[in-house]
């Protein structure tokens, strides 16, 4: 499996970001994928997710309303589009995955710990200021 992000930047507050994550091994129509964020001295967070195959999405507290998650089953790519950026934004974004039937995908995302997940890539680092 391997999952590779894009998209990360530095942009101010109140601007948008979309992150791209170019999946092989494991496909966006079946598997659990989401987002994890981790900002240097802080919990790790699930941003946003899908799990339980089409019917479930996720989005923490911290990004609810200013978050979309979506994904293109014929590239297996799966995106992050984030608008009014916080400066708390800040972290290394990192697509998480787990393969079908990925049980307790939801709950890993609020554990805290990306190592809970079966597969992340390497990050990509969004900055707002």
């Known amino acids: 499996v391997q999952l590779v992000e894009s998209g990360g930047g530095s942009v101010q507050a109140g601007g948008s970001l979309r992150l791209s994550c170019a999946a092989s091994g494991v496909t966006t129509s079946s598997g659990c994928m989401g987002w994890f964020r981790q900002a240097p001295g802080k919990e790790g967070e699930g941003v946003a997710a899908?799990?339980?195959?089409?019917?479930?999405?996720y989005f923490a507290d911290s990004v609810k309303g200013r978050s979309t998650i979506s994904r293109d089953n014929a590239k297996n790519t799966l995106y992050l589009q984030m608008t009014s950026l916080k400066v708390e934004d800040t972290a290394m974004y990192y697509c998480?995955?787990?393969?079908?039937?990925?049980?307790?995908?939801?709950?890993?995302?609020?554990?805290?710990?990306?190592?809970?997940?079966?597969?992340w890539g390497q990050g990509t680092q969004v900055t707002v200021s």
């Open positions: 899908f799990y339980s195959g089409t019917s479930g999405i």
């Open positions: 998480v995955a787990d393969r079908w039937p990925c049980v307790g995908f939801k709950s890993k995302l609020t554990s805290g710990r990306i190592t809970d997940f079966g597969y």
